[in-house]
């Protein structure tokens, strides 16, 4: 009988000193559009539907550079180059299976772009007065819309990762949408209004980074240190070694072009 415990004793001692050894580096960097910094979108009105002499003022959130050329709201990922999954460092544990909370604010899904792990689950919460009707158009996980009534909120599981973001919307109000990064760790990140992004405690080794805007789908192509790189070759992507510590690509500069479908 003693031996029955001894051989998954030693697997998962083999397994604790394994995640030990595993060295963490943390990737940086500032996406930058790579031109003149388009003019900030234009508030516009729309009245709600449904909701007498009731109107909210919308933005179009598609794109979005700063004066300084901060690009907001790119997608980038890690993953590893073998196709294995990536080790997860144990500072993410306490999130691995909360629930995560996609705000509707004036007929804004904030924020726009919503990173979240299979293994999270997503909680839709209005704070309007007035009901909303989101959906969420994903490939790996099945479509579905959920009719949310005035002030309330409702769950739902993203158990497998989209390959890229999933459009979320809303049946009622067709202005209204954002994006929903699904992944199967936490190895993600989504730029700032500035451009700047932080991935922390990656495993180290070699991967590939995936990198990806509303407005061109995958990122093909950048300029990285004063050299323009492919981003995408396929079926790769980027590879990039993480080094244990800091990992700092400095301004990833897209050129406007490329922001158009």
């Not at 083999?14 to 003149?36: H, K, N, P």
């Not at 080790?87 to 996609?102: F, G, I, S």
């Not at 909680?123 to 009534?149: C, M, Q, T, V, W």
Request: with cysteine; hydrophobic share 40%.
């Amino acid at each position: 009988m003693l031996q029955r415990f001894i051989l998954p004793a030693a697997i998962l001692l083999a397994f604790v000193c394994e995640l030990r050894a595993q060295e963490w580096g943390t990737l940086t960097g500032q996406f930058i559009y790579d031109g003149t910094p388009p003019a900030p979108p234009v508030p516009k009105k729309f009245d709600i539907p449904g909701e007498k002499g009731e109107a909210i003022e919308f933005i179009d959130e598609s794109l979005l550079v700063d004066a300084k050329g901060g690009l907001a709201n790119v997608v980038i990922y890690v993953q590893p180059e073998s196709g294995k999954e990536l080790a997860v460092h144990p500072d993410y544990e306490e999130t691995a299976n909360a629930k995560v909370v996609l705000e509707i604010k004036n007929c804004r899904f904030q924020p726009h772009v919503f990173p979240m792990r299979t293994t999270q689950t997503l909680a839709i919460k209005s704070l309007d007065p007035f009901g909303h009707n989101p959906r969420i158009d994903g490939l790996a996980n099945r479509p579905f819309g959920e009719i949310i009534p005035v002030k309330d909120s409702f769950e739902q599981l993203m158990p497998s990762p989209e390959r890229v973001p999933a459009h979320v919307g809303c049946n009622i109000h067709p202005f209204e949408n954002g994006y929903l990064v699904v992944r199967p760790d936490p190895y993600v990140a989504v730029s700032a209004p500035d451009g700047m992004f932080t991935i922390a405690n990656i495993p180290t080794g070699a991967h590939e980074l995936v990198i990806w805007h509303e407005e061109s789908s995958y990122v093909k192509e950048a300029t990285i240190g004063g050299v323009k790189t492919a981003l995408r070759k396929k079926p790769k992507f980027y590879p990039y070694t993480v080094k244990a510590g800091p990992n700092d690509l400095g301004q990833i500069k897209v050129d406007p072009a490329l922001l158009t479908r």
